[in-house]
C-alpha cells in the first residue's frame, strides 16, 4: 500500500530493480530526482488531461462554418459537442475501473491512440449525424487520460500535496482551454476546419508517445482490485451513499455545469448577440481561462492558510456573485463584449478554487485502490450533469441560447453547486476528506 505524506514529493510506488529515466516501467517510479518526476509528471498528465479540453474548445470558434459545410442546423452543431460531452461522461465510468484492476498505462496508450484516430476521421465527415458520432467516440477516448490523470495523483500524493499537485495540473491544462479557441480561430485563417482536427490528431500521437517513454505504472500489482459489473455497481452505490465524496463530487458537477453552459453558449452569444468575430471572441475566451489560471495559483498560496473546505466556499460564493451580475448587466440591456468579458474573468477567477480543491475533497476521501472507481465517478457525474443542464440555456422561444438564457442556468447552478456544500460543511461532512 503507497505510503501518503504531507509534503510535496511522489510517494515511492514499488520496490524495484533501478531502471533508467524516461523508459517504460511496470512498477517502479521514474528513477530521476523527485523535483523531476514532480516536473515529469505535471507535464505528462496536463498533456493528457488537456486533450480532452482541446477536444471542447479547440473548435468552437469553426461552429458557424461547420454548420455551413455540413448544412446543418446551429442544434446540430451544438449536438456534436454534446456528444463529446457524454462520451467523457461514458468513458470515464468505464475506464476508472478498469485502471484499478488492469494499471494505470494500459488503458492510457489504448486511449490516446483511440483518441488519435477518431480525431483524423473527423476530418472526412460530410452530415452531422456522422460527425456527431465520431465525437461521442472520441469522447470515450478522451476521458482515459481525465480520469486516470486525477488516479495517479491519487496513488502518488495525498493532503494538501494533493491539491497543490492538482492546481498545478490545472495551470498546465487551463492552457488548453485558454489557447484552444485562440488557436482554432487562427487556424481558420489558415485553412478550413478540418484543420483543427489534424492538429488533435497530432495531439493524441504525442500523448501516446508521452505515457509510453514518459509514465511508469503508478498502481502496483498487490493494489489493484478485481472488478466486474456487479462489484463495480456495489462499488459506485457505495461512493454515491459516502457523503465524504458525494457532497465534493455534486459540487464539483454543478459548478461544472455552470462554467460548461458558459463554453457552450458563447460562441453564439458573443459573435450573434455581441457582435464579436471568430477572432475576438476566441480572445475573450482566452482571456476568461487565464482568469482560471489565476484562481489556481491563488489556490496554491492560499494553502497553508485556509482549510480546503474554505478555499472551496470562497470559490463559490464569488462565482454565484459574479453570475448574478452577469444577469443584472444582460436584464437591464447594459451588457457589452468589455462589460460580460469582465464579469466573466471574476467568475473564472472563482472557478479556479473550485475545480482543485472539490477534487482534492471527493478523490482524497477513498483509498488508492479505488483512485480509478472514484475518479470515474466524479469525472461522470461532472460532464453528464455539466452537459445535460447546460443544454438548458437553448430552451428560448427560437431555440438558440440568448446572454439572459445563459445566465439563467448559471446562476441556478452555481447557488445550486453552494447550497450543496454549504450543507454537507454544515453536518460536518467535508472536513474529515483529507
Do not use: K
Not at 448587466?329 to 467568475?347: E, N, R
Request: with cysteine; glycine share 8%; hydrophobic share 50%.
Amino acid at each position: 500500500m503507497p505510503v501518503l505524506r504531507s509534503q510535496e514529493s511522489p510517494v515511492n510506488l514499488a520496490v524495484a530493480r533501478p531502471r533508467p529515466p524516461f523508459r517504460p516501467t511496470t512498477e517502479t517510479a521514474p528513477s530521476h530526482s523527485p523535483r523531476r518526476s514532480v516536473a515529469l509528471l505535471v507535464f505528462v498528465l496536463g498533456v493528457l488531461s488537456a486533450s480532452s479540453a482541446l477536444a471542447t474548445d479547440l473548435y468552437l470558434p469553426a461552429f458557424p462554418d461547420i454548420a455551413a459545410d455540413l448544412n446543418a442546423t446551429e442544434s446540430q452543431v451544438q449536438l456534436t459537442l454534446t456528444a463529446v460531452m457524454v462520451g467523457l461522461a461514458l468513458g470515464q465510468l468505464v475506464i476508472g475501473p478498469l485502471s484499478d484492476q488492469w494499471g494505470r498505462r494500459r488503458p492510457l496508450l489504448v486511449g490516446t491512440a483511440m483518441f488519435a484516430a477518431t480525431s483524423l476521421l473527423c476530418m472526412t465527415v460530410t452530415s452531422p449525424e456522422v460527425f456527431s458520432a465520431l465525437r461521442f467516440v472520441q469522447g470515450i477516448s478522451a476521458a482515459a487520460g481525465m480520469v486516470i490523470a486525477r488516479a495517479v495523483v491519487r496513488d502518488t500524493f495525498s493532503g494538501d500535496s494533493a491539491a497543490r499537485f492538482f492546481s498545478r495540473l490545472v495551470l498546465l491544462v487551463g492552457l488548453a482551454p485558454m489557447l484552444g479557441p485562440v488557436l482554432g480561430g487562427q487556424l481558420l485563417l489558415v485553412g478550413p476546419w478540418q484543420l483543427i482536427f489534424a492538429v488533435l490528431g497530432a495531439t493524441g500521437l504525442a500523448g501516446t508517445a508521452l505515457v509510453y517513454l514518459g509514465l511508469p505504472e503508478s498502481l502496483p500489482v498487490e493494489n489493484r482490485t478485481r472488478q466486474d459489473p456487479v462489484l463495480m455497481l456495489r462499488t459506485f452505490t457505495r461512493l454515491v451513499r459516502d457523503p465524504r465524496f458525494i457532497a465534493p463530487a455534486l459540487t464539483m458537477a454543478l459548478s461544472f455545469a455552470m462554467s460548461f453552459t458558459y463554453i457552450s453558449a458563447f460562441s453564439f452569444v458573443s459573435q450573434e448577440e455581441l457582435g464579436a468575430t471568430a477572432q475576438q471572441f476566441s480572445l475573450v475566451f482566452g482571456i476568461n481561462t487565464l482568469g482560471m489560471i489565476l484562481g489556481n495559483q491563488l489556490n496554491v498560496a492560499l494553502i497553508r492558510h485556509m482549510h480546503t473546505s474554505r478555499r472551496l466556499y470562497a470559490g463559490l460564493i464569488g462565482a454565484t456573485l459574479a453570475v448574478a451580475a452577469l444577469g443584472v448587466l444582460g436584464l437591464s440591456g447594459t451588457a457589452g463584449l468589455v462589460t460580460v468579458t469582465a464579469v466573466l474573468f471574476v467568475m473564472m477567477v472563482c472557478t479556479g478554487l473550485i475545480s482543485p480543491n472539490a477534487t482534492t475533497l471527493a478523490v482524497a476521501s477513498q483509498p488508492s485502490s479505488l483512485g480509478g472507481t472514484s475518479s470515474a465517478l466524479l469525472g461522470t457525474m461532472q460532464f453528464a450533469i455539466g452537459g445535460i443542464l447546460a443544454s438548458a440555456a437553448g430552451l428560448t422561444g427560437t431555440g438558440e441560447a440568448t446572454l439572459v438564457s445563459m445566465t439563467l442556468v448559471m446562476l441556478a447552478t452555481a447557488v445550486a453547486a453552494t447550497a450543496v456544500f454549504a450543507v454537507a460543511t454544515a453536518r460536518g461532512h467535508t472536513q474529515s476528506a483529507i
